[in-house]
């Protein structure tokens, strides 16, 4: 089974208005965080915001927000205000403790957002 | 501020050939992990250390080897290359604990080829 989901292969915005990118994940562990890169054309991949499993408040980072909706097993990425630097492949991941040591962290399959002028 | 490097960023190899990519992080991270990434894809895993001299499989181990010989380096073997390797390789390191500040970490990527 799929731990981490992302429905929207693709996403178009408008640039300057906001955007939701989808992500699902699927855990036992009661203690897990949840994090969002960003992987421009150029390859790398960015650190964009963190959420941890415990944490009440939904996480905020300049321009982007996390929905976090616990009980949904929900962790959208909120982008507002696009600009078109924004334009990239999005990925969702969530770190867990793994059985034996260690921590696992496991990624979705990405979004991939185009900002239009 | 190097964080993780890996070497090389480009490299073509011939089916059968054998090669090594190379990772060292500065940042004194327990964990290590390699990763490829084939074309529109997520990651996948495949193999991880949580210190020198312990090293274990991931989702997608066959092909590959590892050896983590310091806390800094975490090499990854490719033997007998064949066109399923075909990918992006992706080093990374963390550390244990919860909280933002044990992201992972990436380094920029090894485009690898085979033909």
């Not at chain 1, 959420?51 to 939904?58: F, M, P, R, T």
């Not at chain 2, 066959?62 to 050896?67: H, P």
């Not at chain 2, 310091?70 to 490719?78: C, H, Y």
């Not at chain 2, 963390?94 to 090894?110: L, R």
């Amino acid at each position: 089974a799929q731990k981490i989901t992302q429905t929207q292969p693709g996403m178009f915005v408008q640039e300057k208005e906001a955007v939701t990118l989808d992500c699902t994940y699927d855990t036992s562990d009661p203690s897990y965080g949840l994090f969002w890169y960003k992987q421009p054309s150029s390859g790398e991949m960015i650190f964009l915001i963190y959420q941890g499993s415990y944490d009440q408040q939904n996480a905020t980072e300049g321009r982007y927000s996390l929905n976090f909706q616990k009980a949904r097993k929900s962790a959208n990425l909120v982008i507002s205000a696009s600009q078109l630097g924004d334009s990239a492949m999005y990925f969702c991941a969530m770190r867990e403790p793994r059985d034996n040591y260690g921590q696992n962290f496991v990624f979705g399959p990405g979004t991939r957002l185009s900002v239009l002028p | 501020n190097a964080g993780v490097t890996q070497t090389p960023k480009f490299r073509i190899l011939k089916i059968g050939q054998s090669m090594t990519l190379q990772c060292t992080q500065d940042m004194n991270h327990n964990y290590m992990y390699w990763y490829r990434q084939d074309p529109g894809m997520g990651l996948k895993l495949i193999y991880y250390s949580v210190g020198a001299g312990i090293t274990d499989k991931g989702e997608v181990p066959n092909g590959y080897n590892v050896s983590r010989s310091t806390t800094e380096d975490f090499p990854l073997r490719l033997e007998l290359a064949a066109p399923s390797q075909t990918s992006v390789y992706f080093c990374a390191s963390s550390n244990p604990g919860q909280g933002a500040g044990n992201t992972i970490y990436f380094g920029e990527g090894s485009w690898l080829t085979v033909v």
